[in-house]
Structure formats: structure tokens, C-alpha cells
Antibody, heavy 116, light 110 residues
Framework: VQLEQSGAEVKKPGASVRVSCKASGYTFNNYGISWVRQAPGQGLEWMGWISAYNGNTKYAQKVQGRVTLTTDTSSSTAYMELRSLRSDDTAVYYC??????????WGQGTQVTVSS | QSALTQPRSVSGSPGQSVTISCTGTSSDVGAYKYVSWYQQHPGKAPRLMIYDVNRRPSGAPDRFSGSKSGNTASLSISGLQAEDEADYYCCSYAGSYTWVFGGGTKLTVL
């Protein structure tokens, strides 16, 4: 099982960012994907979950309205789009496979820096 | 959703045992048997060490064990080794496909 994430991004405040997470080594549709971020020197923060089976989503209240999770089952890829970026969105963003209510495989992380 | 409460740091000497606590509420830790623990070394992605309160995934050393009582879960590490020095995070399912993490605990092996 591997989750390969897209590369680092630098964005200006107010812009949007889209991070991809390409899955391999398992049947993509059989699992969910969660997105977790980690601000510099801080802990892990769960952002949201998407079912790769039917596209159902659930978002954390803190980012609700600014984040959209999607999947492309034809390429086994999950996407996280975050809009109206601000400086406190600077973080490493991880995708993680949700296997029966825990996160058993993680991507390598994508650094997103928001700076004017 | 408030973060679960973990001690900021714990420490132990090689060969000793340490326990890290994780306190939540009756809506998360207390409500479900779905507490997991993750180990994170600097600059690396988290690694699953315990799931469903006390189950170990393949590859996780049997020195790692988990338990839960009421709204508090615990991770115990016996026979401490230098490689165990890392940050540890608990995570609880909170219903309706939502999760909450703890603030993290830095384990120092003296």
C-alpha cells in the first residue's frame, strides 16, 4: 500500500490550493481517505474524510466551508482543496487511508506555505 | 471538537516502561472502542502503533500496548529503546465519520 502526495506549494493569502494523493497497492474503492494537517511545531489536526466508495464526505468544523474533498476512482486519487488561504493554514498536509476507523497508511506529506 | 488531552512530555531510561495518557469525553474516547495511537519521528509521517484501543498492527513491536478506562485511554511502552524516542498522538473516533487527535506527547529516552 502506498499513498503518494503532490509536491510542496507556496500560496498567497486568499488563494486556493489543491493537494493530490495517489493510492496504489489496494482496492481504492474499499476504503476511506482522511486528511490531517500539522502546523509547524504543532500536533495533528483531523480535517475531513471522504468515502472512496460513494464520495460521501465529512469535514471538521474548523475548515467547514473552505475545504472540499474529492476522489477520482479511475486514477485512484484523492484530492483536498482548501480555499481562502490564510497564514495559519501553513502546515504539512497528510492523506491517510481509513481502514475500519483508524488510519493505517499515510502519505509522505505535502508542505503548504501561505505567505504574502 | 476539542483536542484530546495528553501530557506534553514523558521520559524513561532504556529498558524501563512508560505510560502516556489520553483524556477525552463521553462523546469520543468514552463512547467508542476506536482509540488509536500514532508514533511520529521528526520530519516523518505518523505511523499506526495501536488501533481499537489495544490491537497492534503487523510490524508494531509487542512492547507497545493500549488500554482504556472510561474517558481515558493509555499507551504503554515496555523495555524502552532509543528508537522509541518520538512524538506520540492518540486519536479517537467521535461518531459520524469524524475523528479527534490528542495534542501529542514527546517521549524522551534518557
Amino acid at each position: 500500500v502506498q499513498l503518494e502526495q503532490s509536491g510542496a506549494e507556496v500560496k498567497k493569502p486568499g488563494a486556493s490550493v489543491r493537494v493530490s494523493c495517489k493510492a496504489s497497492g489496494y482496492t481504492f474503492n474499499n476504503y476511506g481517505i482522511s486528511w490531517v494537517r500539522q502546523a509547524p511545531g504543532q500536533g495533528l489536526e483531523w480535517m475531513g474524510w471522504i468515502s472512496a466508495y460513494n464520495g460521501n464526505t465529512k469535514y471538521a468544523q474548523k475548515v467547514q466551508g473552505r475545504v472540499t474533498l474529492t476522489t477520482d476512482t479511475s486514477s485512484s486519487t484523492a484530492y483536498m482543496e482548501l480555499r481562502s488561504l490564510r497564514s495559519d493554514d501553513t502546515a504539512v498536509y497528510y492523506c491517510a487511508r481509513e481502514g475500519l476507523v483508524h488510519f493505517d497508511y499515510w502519505g509522505q506529506g505535502t508542505q503548504v506555505t501561505v505567505s504574502s | 471538537q476539542s483536542a484530546l488531552t495528553q501530557p506534553r512530555s514523558v521520559s524513561g531510561s532504556p529498558g524501563q516502561s512508560v505510560t502516556i495518557s489520553c483524556t477525552g469525553t463521553s462523546s469520543d474516547v468514552g463512547a467508542y472502542k476506536y482509540v488509536s495511537w500514532y508514533q511520529q519521528h521528526p520530519g516523518k509521517a505518523p505511523r499506526l502503533m495501536i488501533y481499537d484501543v489495544n490491537r497492534r498492527p503487523s510490524g508494531a513491536p509487542d512492547r507497545f500496548s493500549g488500554s482504556k478506562s472510561g474517558n481515558t485511554a493509555s499507551l504503554s511502552i515496555s523495555g524502552l529503546q532509543a528508537e522509541d524516542e518520538a512524538d506520540y498522538y492518540c486519536c479517537s473516533y467521535a461518531g459520524s465519520y469524524t475523528w479527534v487527535f490528542g495534542g501529542g506527547t514527546k517521549l524522551t529516552v534518557l
